[in-house]
């Protein structure tokens, strides 16, 4: 059974930094490009972030580029994501998804940051 | 905002069929295909639909999606309770370089 098991969510200050993490399970890992998208509270979902099975490519949605970076460990079936220079528009459920057959075809159960002085 | 448009809201009786509309532009449903995702109040959303008409294993038949030209559709035949939920859209965007989702349907049972 695929999966997916995301942490380090909290409250954290304007300005402050973060990081995610998402363990994976019941696939081999390394096969897999992996995504982070997120959800506002009351929100839609925004796509914001994935990494190649290697690490070598990622790609970012404008909202986060230059702040946030994505990365991986194969090693240990964990994906990453660093979160700098946080606003209050970055409070949202995070959820790590891996892309399969399709982008987003397993999903984790989210870990909510939220950004509040 | 979402560059693919979704009705806010849709709604049947028990049986009914219900259908709902994403509407994109060339860069995204034009040349890519389409995803579906589903998602109750309080839990992640899952797959439903991919590769524009693909149901997972699992997902019952009564869920089916098309594309025709830069749109896209989901249908849900024979509506039950157990789907009412928020569905959204998505595909990848050429130009953006990024996947986008759809503003989101929440559809409810009457």
């Known amino acids: 059974e695929v999966k997916l098991v995301e942490s380090g969510g909290g409250v954290v200050r304007p300005g402050g930094s973060l990081r995610l993490s998402c363990a994976g399970s019941?696939?081999?890992?390394?096969?897999?490009?992996m995504s982070w998208v997120r959800q506002a509270p009351g929100k839609g979902l925004e796509w914001i972030s994935a990494i190649s099975w290697n690490g070598d490519n990622t790609g970012y949605a404008d909202s986060v580029k230059g702040r946030f970076t994505i990365s991986r460990d194969n090693a240990k079936n964990s994906l990453y994501l660093q979160m700098n220079s946080l606003t209050v528009d970055d409070t949202a459920l995070y959820y790590c998804a891996r892309d399969g057959v399709s982008r987003c075809d397993y999903w984790g159960q989210g870990t909510l940051v939220t950004v509040s002085s | 905002q979402s560059v693919l448009t979704q009705p806010p809201s849709a709604s049947g009786t028990p049986g009914q069929r219900v259908t709902i509309s994403c509407s994109g532009s060339d860069s995204n449903i034009g040349y890519n295909t389409v995803n579906w995702y589903q998602q109750f109040t309080g839990t992640a959303p899952k797959r439903l639909i991919y590769?524009?008409?693909q149901r997972p294993s699992g997902v019952p038949d009564r869920f089916s999606g098309s594309k025709s030209g830069t749109s896209a559709s989901l249908a849900i035949s024979g509506l039950q309770s157990e789907d009412e939920a928020d569905y959204y859209c998505a595909a990848w965007d050429d130009s953006l370089n990024v996947y986008v989702f759809g503003t989101g349907t929440k559809v409810t049972v009457l």
């Open positions: 019941g696939f081999i890992f390394d096969d897999y490009v």
């Open positions: 590769s524009n008409s």
